[in-house]
């Protein structure tokens, strides 16, 4: 490699978050090094689902178009006892909703993958090393220099970048190198996790997911694209892994629901579901991301969710922080993204501890019972750089349709944006606000962005990159100061 090239980021690896990451920095003209040790897609039926706000950072990525062919929405989970007698659902609605997509989505993670890899593909801001390993990192004032190896052919290679960003999975080399350790959030348990490909279409079990409360032994159902269906069984105590996840174990465990002649195991191996913070995200030029930075039992389908949530909140600062110089930004990644995932983690723990209770006594019903009034988290982000004196500072903001059919965040980009009342529109040029780079104004001429500003007593509310909150200004007065705590010379977490 060319060792006086200098990159602006090194990320280090290339699966959901890396290239999603990769994406978003490219749009914001970062020039971006990728090291992966694995020389294609991993063919693996990973991650099933994804949410509405992931959907957004793929819009402001550009490949809502083609993800579209590839997905389909969830309308949600059905609750069955032991007896098949369904108990109560978790309804999702499939008709888009408050951010202009549907809740959930189902997917194929490959397909995923090779849609967000096709989109930068050669582009010329990016170098991408697959069938590469990153072995040693060194600190700098200024940079960093990352030793790496190309697998095969054994060479031996090194590069320089501002920063270095680990998304490279739960067995990460460079969450080692910031040198923190793990908060464990109290669940870690054996499932075996069998994918199938239906070869009967009538033998489908209906668009639901289904968990099966048995306490002799849980097993989950989820419904994947076109004919993929995923079986996750329990391991219990008395139970030999090995012999478990055998064949003809598999289809005698499952005989019930799914039959040899209606699908064909894709594949099958033994999980052990972790709930695991890492105690820190940044050291200095070092950053964690995704799976390196936390892992979260299935039970809610956030794992790859949080990983591109932490990718729509990073990419931003660190254009800030390599532009503009204002490298104590990135603190804020880690206090807000560490405090959110932590809640969505945590009702991953709740809700996993519920349904592997396999008592069979009072407690275990009256612990079902309480799975009616669970609701997916909607937490808003930890302290960081947004107003938190505002009731809505930190919280996800909707996406409108606007009065040309637009939608917003369409017209926005992955930029700051002011939502104002037409009234104070003139206010904008008259104050000379335009302190914050590329900033958008839309005016609120459509209903529902109206009626958000209106519900929160407000003449205007900016809005982040990442589509969350900074603040609100609730009168004229009260403007100039929004935007300008925004703005590039006052980027400090509040």
């Known amino acids: 490699m060319n060792k006086d090239k200098k990159y602006d980021v090194a990320i280090v690896g290339y699966g959901p978050t890396g290239v999603t990451l990769a994406n978003l920095l490219i749009k914001l003209k970062l020039n971006v090094l990728v090291i992966e040790r694995e020389e294609?897609?991993?063919?693996?039926?990973?991650?099933?689902?994804?949410d509405a706000e992931c959907m957004r950072v793929f819009q402001s990525i550009g490949i809502t178009e083609q993800l579209l062919k590839q997905v389909a929405p969830g309308p949600g989970m059905k609750f069955q006892d032991a007896k098949g007698k369904e108990m109560f659902r978790w309804e999702r609605p499939i008709e888009v909703g408050l951010h202009q997509w549907s809740s959930a989505y189902r997917v194929h993670q490959p397909d995923l993958e090779a849609v967000l890899r096709h989109q930068i593909h050669d582009h010329e801001l990016l170098d991408l090393?697959?069938?590469?390993?990153?072995?040693?990192?060194?600190?700098?004032?200024?940079?960093?220099?990352?030793?790496?190896?190309?697998?095969?052919?054994?060479?031996?290679?090194?590069?320089?970048?501002?920063?270095?960003?680990?998304?490279?999975?739960?067995?990460?080399?460079?969450?080692?190198?910031?040198?923190?350790?793990?908060?464990?959030l109290g669940l870690s348990s054996q499932w075996?996790?069998?994918?199938?490909?239906?070869?009967?279409?009538?033998?489908?079990?209906?668009?639901?997911?289904?968990?099966?409360?048995?306490p002799r032994r849980p097993i989950s159902y989820i419904k994947g694209t076109g004919?993929?269906?995923?079986?996750?069984?329990?391991?219990?105590?008395?139970?030999?892994?090995?012999?478990?996840?055998?064949?003809?174990s598999i289809w005698n465990l499952l005989e019930q629901y799914i039959k040899p002649a209606d699908a064909q195991i894709e594949r099958s191996a033994i999980y052990t579901f972790d709930a695991l913070?890492?105690?820190?995200?940044?050291?200095?030029?070092?950053?964690i991301?995704?799976?390196?930075?936390?892992?979260?039992?299935?039970?809610?389908?956030?794992?790859?969710?949080?990983?591109?949530?932490?990718?729509?909140?990073?990419?931003?600062?660190?254009?800030?922080?390599?532009?503009?110089?204002?490298?104590?930004?990135?603190?804020?990644?880690?206090t807000e993204r560490h405090a959110h995932v932590k809640e969505f983690i945590q009702g991953a723990v709740q809700f996993g501890n519920i349904i592997q209770n396999y008592s069979q006594d009072a407690?275990?019903?009256?612990?079902?019972?309480?799975?009616?009034?669970?609701?997916?988290?909607?937490?808003?982000?930890?302290?960081?750089?947004?107003?938190?004196?505002?009731?809505?500072?930190?919280?996800?903001?909707?996406?409108?349709?606007?009065?040309?059919?637009?939608?917003?965040?369409?017209?926005?980009?992955?930029?700051?944006?002011?939502?104002i009342k037409p009234v104070f529109y003139r206010l904008v040029h008259e104050l000379n606000l335009h302190l914050i780079e590329n900033l958008k104004i839309i005016i609120t001429d459509c209903l529902e962005s109206m009626a958000w500003i209106q519900e929160n007593q407000a003449i205007a509310i900016l809005v982040r990159p990442d589509r969350y909150v900074f603040g609100q200004a609730k009168s004229a007065e009260t403007l100039e100061q929004l935007i300008k705590s925004a703005s590039l010379n006052n980027l400090v977490a509040q």
């Not at 190309?150 to 739960?170: F, K, N, P």
Request: proline share 4%; charged share 25%; net charge negative.
């Open 40 to 50: 294609a897609i991993l063919q693996l039926p990973r991650a099933i689902r994804f």
């Open 192 to 214: 075996l996790v069998v994918d199938f490909i239906l070869t009967d279409e009538q033998k489908d079990l209906g668009d639901y997911s289904i968990q099966f409360c048995d």
């Open 227 to 248: 004919q993929r269906r995923r079986f996750e069984i329990m391991v219990m105590p008395e139970d030999n892994p090995k012999q478990l996840a055998s064949t003809a």
């Open 363 to 419: 407690e275990y019903q009256q612990q079902l019972d309480r799975l009616t009034q669970f609701r997916t988290p909607t937490p808003r982000l930890g302290y960081g750089f947004y107003q938190s004196r505002d009731d809505i500072g930190g919280q996800l903001s909707p996406q409108f349709i606007l009065q040309d059919g637009e939608l917003s965040d369409d017209v926005v980009g992955y930029h700051f944006v002011l939502f």
């Open 289 to 334: 991301a995704g799976d390196a930075a936390h892992q979260t039992p299935p039970f809610m389908g956030q794992g790859m969710a949080a990983g591109i949530h932490d990718a729509a909140n990073l990419a931003w600062k660190l254009h800030q922080a390599i532009v503009h110089q204002h490298d104590h930004l990135i603190k804020s990644y880690h």
């Open 277 to 287: 913070l890492a105690k820190r995200y940044c050291r200095r030029r070092l950053i």
């Open 129 to 184: 090393k697959l069938g590469h390993e990153v072995y040693k990192v060194e600190e700098h004032a200024d940079d960093c220099t990352i030793y790496f190896e190309g697998i095969a052919q054994e060479t031996l290679h090194q590069a320089t970048a501002r920063y270095v960003i680990g998304c490279d999975g739960a067995h990460s080399i460079v969450r080692r190198l910031i040198n923190t350790t793990y908060d464990d």
